[in-house]
Structures are given as structure tokens and as C-alpha cells.
T-cell receptor, first 113, second 114 residues
Framework: DAGVTQSPTHLIKTRGQQVTLRCSPKSGHDTVSWYQQALGQGPQFIFQYYEEEERQRGNFPDRFSGHQFPNYSSELNVNALLLGDSALYLC????????????FGSGTRLTVV | AQSVTQPDIHITVSEGASLELRCNYSYGATPYLFWYVQSPGQGLQLLLKYFSGDTLVQGIKGFEAEFKRSQSSFNLRKPSVHWSDAAEYFCAVVSGGATNKLIFGTGTLLAVQP
């Protein structure tokens, strides 16, 4: 049973560029949440998607946007990258109605130079 | 607003020694609490969770945690630490609301001496 798959595992971008991160949820899960984990910090909630819509958003600017596809996979897009966007981006999937059964992926390490 | 505090940034213990990692939460109602472990370059793995009932919760890898409402604490313990336990540990609380997002502490980095 595949868990949560994130791609790519690492990438380096230049300030001002745009980036897209991808997440495939665990089989049977229909909800995807994204978290940003800066170095030395705990993960911070970015937003959550269910039924292809954003359910809730954390304290992140509009440069951060997302999408969920009919197969429940999700993308996180970040525009106009800043140095401060360098972080590990974690995807967590769950099944609606079982809100505490989060499964996390290994993350995408984004470095902005 | 809900919050989680992990007072210890870094802890070093000897292999075979006991371990206690501290976690304090701020939440108006009965909290749903979690402990996760993160090995270098990896995602988060759930160790255990508390929703209600028995305040002593057993988890994987020999870990346990005790919920103490009077102290707003949910400390993680292990009687005998193994070298493979070296990792970063995060305490988290569910925020409530439509998404039940997780609110994490800043983590405690555990080093294990031989």
C-alpha cells in the first residue's frame, strides 16, 4: 500500500521564479493538506484541499496557491519566490470523517537562491 | 489561539537511559494531541495520539505519553532509549474547525550517546 508520494524530493530555484510541488495521497485518502517546515521549526499549515476546493488556509500570502485533481492528487504553487520560502514542504493526506488519520510524505526540500 | 510549546530544543541521553520530552499546550476545550517523529530527510511518523479516555497512551516503538489536564501537558516518555531513536520529535494539537489542521511545536532534537 503506497503511502504519500511527493515530487520532486529536492529542487533549487532563483528568487522571483515560480515552483510547483506535487503530492499523491495515500490510497483511499481524499483530502490533502500542505505544510511548510522552515529549518529548525515545526511544520506550519498552508492549506487543505477536499473535493478539489480549498477548505481552509493558514497565514500564508496569495503567492501560495494550490489545486486538487479528480484523482485526489494535489499541487502546491509558489510564485515570486523569496529567500524565505526555502523550506521543507510536507504533504499530508487523510480521509474526510477520519480527520486525525494524517499520513505524511517525505517532503520536498526547496532552496531559493 | 491554540498553541504548543516544547521547552527543550535539544536533549542528549545515553543509550539505555530513560527519556522524557516535554510538551505543553494551550487549548480551550479538550485537546486532541499527537506526537510525531522525524528522522533526517524524512517526513513525519505518528508515534501516538490522545483523544479521550485513559490519560496514559501507548504508541509505537515503545513510546508512551501521559495527558495531564491540570498541567496542560502531554509529555512523551520511553524507559530505555535506543540509538535508533535519535531524531526530532514534534508535539501537535488539532485546531478544531472544518479542517482540523495540526498545530505543531518547534520540536525537540534528541541525540543518543553510545
Amino acid at each position: 500500500d503506497a503511502g504519500v508520494t511527493q515530487s520532486p524530493t529536492h529542487l533549487i530555484k532563483t528568487r522571483g521564479q515560480q515552483v510547483t510541488l506535487r503530492c499523491s495521497p495515500k490510497s483511499g485518502h481524499d483530502t490533502v493538506s500542505w505544510y511548510q517546515q522552515a529549518l529548525g521549526q515545526g511544520p506550519q499549515f498552508i492549506f487543505q484541499y477536499y473535493e478539489e476546493e480549498e477548505r481552509q488556509r493558514g497565514n500564508f500570502p496569495d503567492r501560495f496557491s494550490g489545486h486538487q485533481f479528480p484523482n485526489y492528487s494535489s499541487e502546491l504553487n509558489v510564485n515570486a519566490l523569496l529567500l524565505g520560502d526555502s523550506a521543507l514542504y510536507l504533504c499530508a493526506s487523510s480521509l474526510v470523517g477520519e480527520n486525525y488519520g494524517y499520513t505524511f510524505g517525505s517532503g520536498t526540500r526547496l532552496t531559493v537562491v | 489561539a491554540q498553541s504548543v510549546t516544547q521547552p527543550d530544543i535539544h536533549i542528549t541521553v545515553s543509550e539505555g537511559a530513560s527519556l522524557e520530552l516535554r510538551c505543553n499546550y494551550s487549548y480551550g476545550a479538550t485537546p486532541y494531541l499527537f506526537w510525531y517523529v522525524q528522522s533526517p530527510g524524512q517526513g513525519l511518523q505518528l508515534l501516538l495520539k490522545y483523544f479521550s479516555g485513559d490519560t496514559l497512551v501507548q504508541g509505537i516503538k515503545g513510546f508512551e505519553a501521559e495527558f495531564k489536564r491540570s498541567q496542560s501537558s502531554f509529555n512523551l516518555r520511553k524507559p530505555s532509549v535506543h540509538w535508533s531513536d535519535a531524531a526530532e520529535y514534534f508535539c501537535a494539537v488539532v485546531s478544531g474547525g472544518a479542517t482540523n489542521k495540526l498545530i505543531f511545536g518547534t520540536g525537540t532534537l534528541l541525540a543518543v550517546q553510545p
